[in-house]
């Protein structure tokens, strides 16, 4: 009697365990959650001379931020390949792909650190001849709330660049043929659900 109590027990905890992982796939842990938000708000202070809120983080946009749709444009990308920078430099002056962080409305923040987004650049009359046939690479995005075309804010005070991914420690492979290759975004969840499984197997048997 006790082993079929314990086995129900187990099989309900490996239920909740197994939808815990599968919800959060992809998202960022607490400490992550706190390192980019202290990174972006003590940004949003220096640029604004501290009139902009605190941003804090939302699990819902954060799955959200978790389907796989990249064909759009309302996410803040956390790191990108040098291809992506260059065809934004030449052929999108002054783009910044953090300046939507930089509105006083923007309130809410959900992120996920292992959608990989790629396109090939293909010939046309916008994209310079150099870069067709080249692939942009976007690893990591984020969306936040309300979703809105920024306020005019001195485009000099805004961070450039992959910072907010750094803080992650995102990293795109330096081989830019091997797109697979990403490096320090794995996590250590399915280990562990993995290693509970084992030890408990012999139990479900009994």
């Not at 079929?4 to 197994?18: G, P």
């Not at 992550?32 to 941003?55: H, P, V, W, Y």
């Not at 796989?68 to 934004?88: E, F, H, K």
Request: charged fraction near 30%; proline fraction near 4%; aromatic fraction near 8%.
């Amino acid at each position: 009697m006790f082993g079929v109590h314990l086995k129900y027990h187990l099989l309900f905890l490996f239920s909740v365990l197994s939808l815990t992982v599968e919800a959060t796939k992809g998202g960022l842990s607490k400490d992550e959650q706190k390192k980019l938000l202290d990174e972006i708000n003590k940004d949003r202070r220096d640029a604004s001379g501290g009139t902009f809120r605190e941003m804090t983080y939302d699990t819902e946009l954060e799955k959200k931020a978790a389907e796989l749709d990249c064909i759009r444009d309302d996410i803040v990308p956390l790191q990108w390949n040098s291809v992506a920078q260059d065809y934004w430099d030449e052929t999108r002056r002054g783009h910044n792909p953090n300046l939507p962080l930089f509105d006083s409305r923007v309130e809410k923040i959900g992120c996920s650190k292992e959608i990989k987004c790629t396109e090939k650049i293909e010939k046309d009359e916008k994209s310079p001849e150099k870069f067709v046939g080249k692939e942009i690479v976007i690893l990591g995005r984020c969306f936040i709330s309300p979703n809105v075309n920024p306020n005019k804010i001195d485009k000099k005070l805004i961070p450039k660049g992959k910072k907010y991914g750094d803080v992650l420690g995102l990293k795109l492979s330096s081989d830019v043929k091997n797109m697979d290759a990403i490096e320090g975004v794995t996590s250590g969840t399915g280990n562990v659900f993995n290693f509970i499984i084992l030890l408990a197997f012999p139990l479900l048997c009994l």
